[in-house]
Antibody, heavy 123, light 112 residues
Framework: HVQLQESGPGLVKPSETLSLTCSVSNDSIGNYFYNWLRQTPGKGLEWIGNIYSRGSTNYNPSLSDRATISTDMSRNQFSLKLTSVTAADTAVYFC?????????????????WGQGILVTVSS | DIVMTQSPDSLAVSLGARATINCKSSRSLVDRSTGKDFLAWYQQKPGQPPKLLIRWASTRESGVSDRFTATGSGTDFALTISSLQAEDVAVYFCQQYYTSPVTFGPGTRVEI
């Protein structure tokens, strides 16, 4: 059973960079979609972006090029960096693993989820 | 972006009764070459991450109760819980993955 776990600071100052890591257990990072999403009471579930197929990425344009997702195969992890954060970036952040990359599509459902990590942006 | 809407916002159903949640997308989610609809349904209980119930609009995930049935194609979809149980109390979301950015419906809260 694949397990994912988010880690990182729970408090980030405005204008700084939010950095989160997702550790994957019971599976090796491979030819699947790996996603970051976030959830707030006001905006609901928001997809941040994904990484797949040896480093291809897609991001939500709503984040204005502030997000970067990368993988570290040696550690079986993938990461999110979100720059220039504001209070609006306060949310529960989830990492997920989706379906397999089959060469045609750029997004997928999320089958496995981490428990989520609350990140608060505040000075 | 594809906009996903859900109705109702919430519903209260008696134990053992049927609950139906509707989801509508602002454009068709059908891939013409495969005929597949790029639509998923999730269940989220308090303090937990969402759980995938349905993929490809109607394919139930392994281990998901057969009380959950999903139908629809194109732009109109529905999730039905045939006989509501106490453990089904949750918020249900639809999600399109036809195109990036992936988008979710606002959720429907199901209560007893």
């Amino acid at each position: 059973h694949v397990q994912l776990q988010e880690s990182g600071p729970g408090l980030v100052k405005p204008s700084e960079t939010l950095s989160l890591t997702c550790s994957v257990s019971n599976d090796s990072i491979g030819n699947y979609f790996y996603n970051w999403l976030r959830q707030t009471p006001g905006k609901g579930l928001e997809w941040i972006g994904n990484i797949y197929s040896r480093g291809s990425t897609n991001y939500n344009p709503s984040l204005s090029d502030r997000a970067t997702i990368s993988t570290d195969m040696s550690r079986n992890q993938f990461s999110l960096k979100l720059t220039s954060v504001t209070a609006a970036d306060t949310a529960v952040y989830f990492c997920t693993r989706g379906g397999p990359y089959e060469g045609r599509y750029s997004a997928t459902y999320s089958l496995y989820w981490g428990q989520g990590i609350l990140v608060t942006v505040s000075s | 972006d594809i906009v996903m809407t859900q109705s109702p916002d919430s519903l209260a159903v008696s134990l053992g009764a049927r609950a139906t949640i509707n989801c509508k997308s602002s454009r068709s989610l059908v891939d013409r070459s495969t005929g597949k609809d790029f639509l998923a349904w999730y269940q989220q209980k308090p303090g937990q991450p969402p759980k995938l119930l349905i993929r490809w609009a109607s394919t139930r995930e392994s281990g998901v109760s057969d009380r959950f049935t999903a139908t629809g194609s194109g732009t109109d979809f529905a999730l039905t819980i045939s006989s509501l149980q106490a453990e089904d109390v949750a918020v249900y979301f639809c999600q399109q993955y036809y195109t990036s950015p992936v988008t979710f419906g606002p959720g429907t809260r199901v209560e007893i």
